[in-house]
């Protein structure tokens, strides 16, 4: 495990995630998290405020996106439509 959540805030429609993720190995870390039941479309995924390019699409039924390299003692992971 390279990261565990340690606070999650969800809205009700789904459309925005914000997760705090602390890091749990001594180094860089590149988490995947996996979602269900996130509507269907595309989303982005910010960390720390900043861009990170990362996008990805739902199905409705299933979504995983991974974060590379990240690094530092926690990261604040926003997932939106």
Do not use: C, H
């Amino acid at each position: 495990m390279a990261a565990r959540y340690t606070r999650a805030q969800i809205a009700t429609d789904l459309r925005d995630i914000r997760l705090q993720l602390e890091n749990v190995t001594s180094g860089s870390y590149s988490p995947t998290i996996n979602l269900r039941n996130l509507p269907s479309g595309t989303y982005k995924a910010t960390v720390n405020g900043a861009t990170t390019g990362t996008t990805f699409t739902s199905d409705g039924k299933t979504a995983s996106v991974q974060l590379p390299n990240l690094s530092g003692p926690t990261a604040s992971v926003r997932i939106s439509r």
